[in-house]
């Protein structure tokens, strides 16, 4: 996600019509910049565990080295990701 402003004429995205000088974010495959000039990047927020769907949850645990073992539901697999981090905090 970028943080674009509007250059020369205005500029309709997702229903809302910006003006020249504006600021807003949009998607970064949409940027055209003939239209907007990118002034930054909007910073990605991590989720907490308990908003994170399953898949989710199997990434992080991938990604953090954690095996899950037999844990399938969201509430078994919050509970390994919960130990491991109590046994090893960051």
Do not use: C
């Not at 974010?25 to 989720?47: A, F, R």
């Amino acid at each position: 996600m970028k943080i674009v402003e509007v250059i020369n004429i205005p500029v309709r995205y997702n229903g809302i019509t910006y003006q020249p000088g504006e600021s807003f974010e949009m998607q970064d495959e949409h940027v055209i910049e003939t239209l907007v000039e990118v002034t930054g990047e909007v910073e990605k927020v991590p989720k907490a565990l308990e908003e994170m769907t399953i898949p989710e949850l199997k990434d992080y645990a991938a990604e953090h080295g954690i095996d899950l073992g037999e844990a399938k539901k969201k509430e078994e697999i919050l509970t390994v990701l919960y130990e491991e981090k109590q046994d090893n905090p960051e």
